[in-house]
């Protein structure tokens, strides 16, 4: 019986404890719940095939972009190209104004008087024009007039047989090789083109500002965001065939190692016209670092600047927004081999150039003083008299440069019917200005203007001027009642403002 008992007993207590093991969570099931799956990564595509001339254009699906970088893998002075977004996929929201098309940097602004006829020649001398047109000094003057016209004061000169617009032979000999742009400087190309990139989307199709050369390696690198938010990276590489067509140079007017004064723009001519779209594919590869004589840099905004072409050839200036800093290293890197130049020519090699900017020497001539003064570094090192252009024929106020000098010159004016021989001449302008030696007028330098439009010195005083001028010496006229203006001569890089300059580029700052 107790036996019975005992049994029972443990019986029911195994079933309490299976029964206390068996109770269920309220719903019927104590699973635990699923994680939601993570969106899928967004995935990048090249939308069609990369050709020199052309610009590259990605696009996302299952996302947006946030940015892109696009390197050139040969040349890594280039700087990264962050390109322009745009909305295509109809998730998208077209209100938000982080999707909405940016604007496109290389827009052209070239100057509205591009095909005005200027007279720089591709490949000619530093400063002077390589046609050598025997344009006399007068005749100069007179395809330059203001809207006063210089010849309409016929009040008469003093007797003085001197200057002629004819281009003396430059001293510096032009040279197809080096040079090369924007700048590690403060130029506004510098840096990431395009625009710094932010964590917000910005579309699902993004294009190059710029376009793409020929026999080249491009790299990409993408940030994208899924619809969860979350952030993901992505990198593929391009290459371009060869450009179809004909290799074209591009030339400076400067020679490496070559030193120069505080106001020499950075010269490239082109064998031919330069469609404008092609002109930011070109520009955006050319680069200007600045540093001092011990190899720092030094930070000196600057910009590029497409000139009016002349007579069929296009040409591309770089000053900087003030002078140079004396005692200046300057390296321009120009990789613009392959580079599409218009439908049917290229790039047909890529170039370097370093030169030096000297001391700081600006001169000024003073009509109303009949005086030319020379400072250097800020210290007046030159006081002469001197006499400018008379009534009739006056000289130009606004600054000049110094483009060439000639030991010995002929001076010819078929307008004043003269052909003078002049010693120590210095162009200051293509428009037939000089400092040159006038004994003749000594006796009006210092009282009177007598000159046709050049500044007259004495010989000794003309002598020392002579041997201190470089190309790129700022000359400043003053005192006179006409002024030069951006239509006359072929280096009037200064009678620019700086924001009629800044124009002058085809990629939108």
């Given amino acids: 019986m107790f036996r019975r008992l005992l049994v029972s007993s443990t019986i029911a207590l195994s079933l309490v404890a299976a029964s206390a093991c068996s109770v269920s969570a309220p719903g019927g099931n104590n699973s635990a719940p699923k994680e939601k799956e993570p969106d899928p990564e967004p995935v990048v595509s090249v939308v069609s095939e990369a050709a020199p001339g052309e610009k590259l254009q990605l696009s996302v699906d299952k996302g947006e972009f946030v940015s892109v970088e696009l390197t050139d893998d040969d040349h890594k002075e280039i700087p990264v190209d962050a390109g322009t977004f745009e909305t295509t996929s109809a998730s998208a929201d077209p209100s938000d104004p982080a999707t909405d098309s940016a604007s496109d940097p290389a827009t052209d602004n070239a100057d509205s008087d591009e ?24 005749e100069a003057a007179e395809e330059t007039d203001q809207p006063e016209d210089t010849s309409a004061t016929d009040e008469p000169a003093d007797d003085a047989t001197d200057e002629s617009s004819d281009d003396p032979s430059a001293d510096p000999d032009s040279s197809d090789d080096p040079s090369a742009d924007p700048d590690s400087t403060d130029d506004p190309q510098d840096g990431a083109q395009g625009g710094a990139a932010d964590n917000n989307p910005k579309g699902t199709s993004w ?269 400043e006229v003053t005192g006179s009642r006409v002024s030069l203006t951006t239509s006359s001569g072929d280096i009037k890089d200064w009678v620019y403002t700086w924001e009629e300059w800044q124009k002058m580029s085809s990629i939108k700052k």
């Fill in 115 to 138: 095909d005005a006829d200027d007279s720089a020649e591709a490949g000619g001398n530093i400063g002077a024009n390589s046609q050598d047109s025997e344009n006399s000094e007068d």
């Fill in 207 to 475: 294009e190059s500002n710029f376009t793409l050369a020929g026999s080249s390696s491009y790299t990409w690198k993408a940030t994208t965001v899924s619809p969860d938010g979350k952030t993901h990276e992505s990198t593929g590489t391009v290459d371009t065939p060869e450009p179809n067509g004909e290799g074209a140079r591009m030339r400076t007017l400067l020679d490496d190692d070559m030193k120069v004064g505080v106001g020499a723009p950075i010269i490239f001519n082109f064998a031919h016209k330069i469609p404008k779209e092609y002109r930011p594919g070109i520009e955006s590869r050319l680069s200007v670092e600045v540093t001092d004589k011990d190899d720092k840099p030094r930070k000196v905004e600057g910009s590029w600047a497409w000139l009016p072409d002349d007579d069929g050839h296009s040409r591309i200036h770089y000053r900087p927004k003030e002078f140079w800093p004396e005692h200046s290293k300057i390296h321009v890197d120009a990789p613009v081999k392959d580079v599409p130049f218009s439908d049917d020519t290229f790039g047909a090699k890529d170039m370097t150039l370093d030169f030096e900017i000297d001391r700081e020497q600006i001169t000024v001539a003073d009509a109303k003083k009949h005086r030319l003064t020379v400072k250097r570094s800020g210290k007046t090192v030159m006081d002469f008299p001197a006499s400018l252009g008379a009534a009739r024929s006056p000289s130009y106020n606004g600054m000049h440069i110094v483009m060439s000098k000639s030991r010995n010159y002929t001076m010819k004016s078929e307008r004043w019917s003269y052909s003078t021989p002049v010693t120590h001449a210095v162009r200051i302008h293509n428009n037939g200005e000089f400092i040159h030696a006038a004994p003749w007028s000594v006796g009006s330098q210092g009282r009177a203007n007598v000159s046709h439009g050049c500044v007259n010195l004495s010989t000794a005083n003309a002598t020392e001027y002579f041997n201190s001028a470089l190309f790129g010496d700022p000359v």
